[in-house]
């Protein structure tokens, strides 16, 4: 049975930093898509980074654009653990962060869709104060 998960969400002002862990048991991170995920009350969730890990454990990233620059999404096989690492927080980076697991594999590129993913973590809370 595949689980999933996260710690280190905190309250932080804005222009810190966190980094979040993804504890991922029972399925390796060989070929599939591992992805961050962000929801706030009354919004759709959504896709913050993503990697497709392959069976060579090479990794290849995809980010929003409201993230690219600022956060980074990694990968250590050896702990079977998924990081985001989170620079110049933001108040609208404010939400619960979800880590997510897809087996299925439809290329090269990880997927942004929720929807794609089976395997969910159940959420750590980031605050960002102004």
């Known amino acids: 049975q595949v689980q999933l998960v996260e710690s280190g969400g905190d309250s932080v002002q804005a222009g810190g930093s966190l980094r979040l862990s993804c504890a991922v048991s029972g399925a390796s991170f060989r070929r599939s898509y591992v992805g961050w995920f962000r929801q706030v009350p009354g919004k759709e969730r959504e896709a913050v980074a993503c990697l497709y890990v392959s069976t060579d454990l090479a990794s290849r990233a995809v980010y929003a654009d409201t993230v690219q620059g600022r956060f980074t999404i990694s990968q250590d096989s050896s702990k079977n653990t998924v990081y985001l690492e989170m620079n110049n927080l933001k108040p609208e980076d404010t939400a619960v962060y979800y880590c997510?697991?897809?087996?299925?594999?439809?290329?090269?590129?990880?997927?942004?869709?929720?929807?794609?993913?089976?395997?969910w973590g159940q959420g750590t809370q980031v605050t960002v104060s102004s």
């Open positions: 997510a697991q897809s087996r299925l594999i439809y290329g090269s590129e990880c997927r942004t869709d929720p929807s794609d993913y089976a395997y």
